[in-house]
T-cell receptor, first 117, second 112 residues
């Protein structure tokens, strides 16, 4: 039972390079999320998706893009890497039950540690 | 603008004693609160939650208390065990919203 899987676990990029962080979940969850966690800070939402083909911005979307072509996958794209994007990135998912958010905690992957030099 | 605040970056407790982790929030529209536990090099793991219609929720050794008038919640761990040593994040969301707002975390160390 894999849950939420993120690849790669670590990556070093040069300024201006691009890359895609992969996230896949095998729980058939409708909702998926991307967060970043900077040192000493809480997690901040970058983008989220409520289902295949539907995405929306979170608190800190600038410099990132997402797509959601399947229920399982939710990749995060960095087009022009900048030092400010050095962070740990977490992907999460949760099921949709009814219209109430309550009692539906998000399940997280183990993160991708990204350094941009 | 931090809507969820954990003002204690760290806490040390003797094994067997009670651990109390605190969290304050500013947004009165929050109606669902969660605690996550995080070990190094792993993602956050859901621990316990509470909705705004309750003031207490218990799950084994873990109890969360919510004081809506003070915009404050706390997590009690009794008895504390060395395996509880981790970073604990408080999180909150508004009704029907899709995003969670996280605090900055409290590192709990349980001393054997």
């Amino acid at each position: 039972n894999a849950g939420v899987t993120q690849t790669p676990k670590f990556r070093i990029l040069k300024i201006g390079q691009s890359m895609t962080l992969q996230c896949t979940q095998d729980m058939n969850h409708n909702y998926m999320y991307w967060y970043r966690q900077d040192p000493g800070m809480g997690l901040k939402l970058i983008y989220y998706s409520v289902g295949a083909g539907i995405t929306d911005k979170g608190e800190v979307p600038n410099g990132y893009n997402v797509s959601r072509s399947t229920t399982e996958d939710f990749p995060l794209r960095l087009e022009l890497a900048a030092p400010s994007q050095t962070s740990v990135y977490f992907c999460a998912s949760r099921p949709r039950r009814g219209f109430v958010y309550s009692n539906q905690p998000q399940h997280f992957g183990d993160g991708t540690r990204l350094s941009i030099l | 603008d931090q809507q969820v605040k954990q003002n204690s970056p760290s806490l040390s407790v003797q094994e067997g004693r009670i651990s109390i982790l605190n969290c304050d929030y500013t947004n009165s529209m929050f109606d669902y609160f969660l605690w996550y536990k995080k070990y190094p090099a792993e993602g956050p793991t859901f621990l316990i939650s509470i909705s705004s219609i309750k003031d207490k929720n218990e799950d084994g050794r873990f109890t969360v208390f919510l004081n809506k008038s003070a915009k404050h919640l706390s997590l009690h761990i009794v008895p504390s065990q060395p395996g509880d040593s981790a970073v604990y994040f408080c999180a909150a969301s508004e009704a029907g919203a899709n995003n969670l707002f996280f605090g900055t975390g409290t590192r709990l160390t349980v001393i054997p």
